[in-house]
């Protein structure tokens, strides 16, 4: 599904990359989790993948559903079936969170050729999803993510996620922030949403989120590149020992690829 | 440059679709102002006595002012004596009967200006009274409003045929000592439209006026004056537009409403007079005083404006609460862009008991665009259970524009004031988060400033509503794809 091969990138006007050569492959249906310490690169591949701009590509390809997405501008990206979950939503006040949902659900259905959803469709949906995260009907009243608290803004993400219903979804340190009964309460949301047509990408620092979610691969980023690929267990030695004794395995780097 | 940095600067350069010129023969006053241009207006327009009385003590009382500079505003200083105080169309001379008469040019122009004039567009149900640079051109639907009692007509005509509904009611919401403006206007004002709807009339169909400046070197001085008797009920609207020039031109208008016992009064106006070009040059400056008076009992006001044209805009909406329990409203859109500089807000003034108020601004700033609020809320010591709410959006779209409020509260007497405000910057961040759920930047942009406006749009009666959104788009919208 997704194809990342030698992907180099640096922030728009500086030459130091901050990717340097990183390779991934996504199949479909699977979970992966990418750990990194701060400052490994993690929410720059987020943003890559969805297109921002403040980023220039030196080098490399990504392949999403045969595509070539770097062509692509981040609305067709989103039509096509990537959901970023932001690490830091925006606040936009005075935009009313529902209009902002529903102006988003209908754009990109109409990107599908998919009907667009009336009123009453809509919100029957949303309701139904507002329940599975757990949250009240006045959410939607509110200005988009202006004023919200942090687990209310990655809650809100997840709404949107439920909504648009992508292909691949990368959550970007969607744990953090999040309470105990808000993550659990997310975390079977998400599991409910894997099926074998969706993949995902967890960018996260805690194993925790992954004791919910079972993934099938964990990659650990180090500067820039994927320097170690493993199972679940490889969330738990990095919980256990830190990072520390990457260190010393980086001089022989493994490169991370199912 | 990234894209999204191309599309904010584009936005913000969408070009003044009104600004033709219409080529038709006019009679223009040398420019100037003196008491002697004023008895040639009052001549010209065969107005009674007490008006040549009440316009001159209003020129007096204008050569002792100052012109304002307490806004926050920049501009040149205006030539008074470089502007031409009284310009019509030739052919206007005898003013048509009907709009068979009329010139065909200027029903050209009020037919590109996309404005309901003939009466086969009856269906549209709104009736209107168009003012040409200084003088009404056509006022429709009068029979049909006469049989209702309303009486809805240019100001030069009500001089003559209602002087002492006039004499009564001119110059008691805004006297003309009110400001420098409101003088000028006092003793300069060549036309604008009458509204008198009697006791316990409904008013069967909007009323509205257009105004157009057409001339060069000409000023706009019109007057608005709407009494609505006790327990009637109007809706009103104006709109604007003017040529596209490289000078800038005045306009200093005066709009007067009075609300008796149960009276309603709805105002809303759609601003789109010339904004001058990109590098700021020309443009409208829109010095203008609007305010209207609740005086009886359980009556209301409320103005509504959606400002997205002038170089410079002046203007604060402002209700006098004094009847018990009547309310005021004011819903605000203001838009600039370019070099464009509003200043523009409201102020509730609370006289009467359990007078309550609502304000509702949107201000948004796009180019070099710079947009301040002033709001004054004042509840006088012996009112009673006063309540106001005040809310002040404003929204920033792109780096170089800026947003400024200045909301100001007297308060002497216990009352329920709230006051809410917000600033919403649309960057690039913005922009990336609406592109990720799907949305393109047009499409973002469209959407975020809709639905920022969309409560006061709601507000507006239902046909300008859907005006007044395309115009927004049509300002905002770039070029791209």
Known sequence: MLEIRDLTVAIDGESTPILKGLNLSINSGKVHAIMGPNGSGKSTLSHVLAGHTGYSVLQGSIQFMGQDLLVLAPEERAILGIFLAFQYPVAIPGINNMYFLKEACNRIRQGRHEKSLDAVDFLAQVRTHLKQIGLDESFLKRSLNDGFSGGEKKSNEILQMLMLQPKLAILDETDSGLDIDALQAISKVINQQRTPQRSWLLVTHYQRLLSYIQPDYVHILYKGRIVKTGDHNLALRLEKEGYGWLQAEATHTVEGHD | MTDDTKVLDLIAQQDYEYGFVSDIESDTFAVGLSEDVIHRIVDRKCEPKFMLEWRLKAYRHWLTLQEPRWANLRFKPIDYQGISYYSSPKSMKDRPKSLDEVDPKLLETYRKLGIPLHEQQKLAGVAVDAIFDSVSVATTFKDQLAKAGVIFCPFSEALKEYPELIKQYLGTVVPYRDNFFAALNAAVFSDGSFVYIPKGVHC??????????????????????????????????????????????????????????????????????????????????????????????????????????????????????????????????????????????????????????????????????????????????????????????????????????????????????????????????????????????????????????????????????????????????????
């Not at chain 2, 609007?290 to 009556?299: D, E, H, N």
């Not at chain 2, 609460?321 to 409201?346: K, N, P």
């Open chain 2, 204 to 481: 069967p169909m909007e009323l509205s006026t257009y105004f157009r400046i057409n001339a060069a070197n000409t000023g706009q001085f019109e007057r608005t004056l709407i009494i609505a008797e006790e327990g009637s009920y109007v809706s009103y609207l104006e709109g604007c537009t003017a040529p596209m020039r490289d000078e800038n031109q005045l306009h200093a208008a005066v709009v007067e409403l009075i609300a008796l016992d149960h009276a309603q009064i709805k105002y809303a106006t759609v601003q789109n007079w010339y904004l001058g070009d990109e590098q700021g040059r020309g443009g409208i400056y829109n010095f203008v005083t609007k305010r209207g008076v609740c005086r009886g009992a359980y009556s209301k006001i409320a103005w509504t404006q959606v400002e997205t044209g002038s170089a410079i805009t002046w203007k604060y909406p402002s209700v006098i609460l004094r009847g018990d329990h009547s309310v005021g409203e004011f819903y605000s859109v203001a838009l600039t862009r370019h070099y464009q500089q509003a200043d523009t807000g409201t102020k509730m003034v609370h006289l009467g008991n359990h007078t309550r108020s609502h304000i509702m601004s949107k201000g948004i700033s796009a180019g070099h665009g710079q947009n301040t609020y002033r709001g004054l809320v004042r509840v006088a010591p012996n009112a009673v259970g006063v309540r106001n709410y005040t809310q002040c959006d404003s929204m920033l779209i792109g780096d170089q524009c800026a947003a400024y409020t200045f909301p100001c509260i007297e308060c002497k007497q216990q009352a329920h004031l709230e006051h809410e405000a917000s600033i919403a910057k649309i960057g690039e961040e913005q922009l990336f988060y609406c592109q990720q759920r799907g949305l393109d930047s047009e499409n973002a942009i469209a959407m975020m400033v809709n639905g920022f406006c969309k409560p006061v749009f709601d507000k507006l009666p239902m046909e300008f509503a859907v005006e007044a959104f395309k115009l927004l788009e049509v300002s905002l919208e770039g070029a791209v794809g």
